[in-house]
Nanobody
């Protein structure tokens, strides 16, 4: 299973970016997909997650500014980031809780390579 993220870049504070992620591989189903942020000197933290029932959860710092969307049946995920702040800077990782065809009784976590987002003040 591979998660391929795109859409990072550099923007000034107050600007917008959109991240996308696509999952590939021997996937039976995806339970959830999401985005995590690793800022310099900090641990990786949740940004937003969408589950297969359509429910969404956001980290407190991004509520009201970021919007997660996706079609887990089509293995696609997006994150619209508005009103960006310098503290949103870091590497964004696409995450998937995936059930693979060879092991349909359980799921495991997969991570993409990450995409850099830099917000300047």
């Amino acid at each position: 299973v591979q998660l391929q993220a795109s859409g990072g870049g550099s923007v000034q504070a107050g600007g917008s970016l959109r991240l996308s992620c696509v999952a590939h591989g021997n996937i039976y189903t995806i339970r959830a997909m999401g985005w995590y942020l690793q800022s310099p000197g900090k641990e990786r933290e949740v940004v937003a997650v969408i589950s297969d029932d359509g429910s969404t959860n956001y980290g407190d710092p991004v509520k009201g500014r970021f919007t997660i969307s996706g079609d887990l049946n089509k293995r696609t995920l997006s994150l619209q980031m508005d009103s960006l702040k310098p503290e949103d800077t870091g590497v964004y990782y696409c995450y998937g809780q995936v059930v693979v065809i060879m092991a349909v009784m359980s799921s495991r976590d997969y991570w993409g390579k990450g995409t850099q987002v830099t917000v300047s003040s």
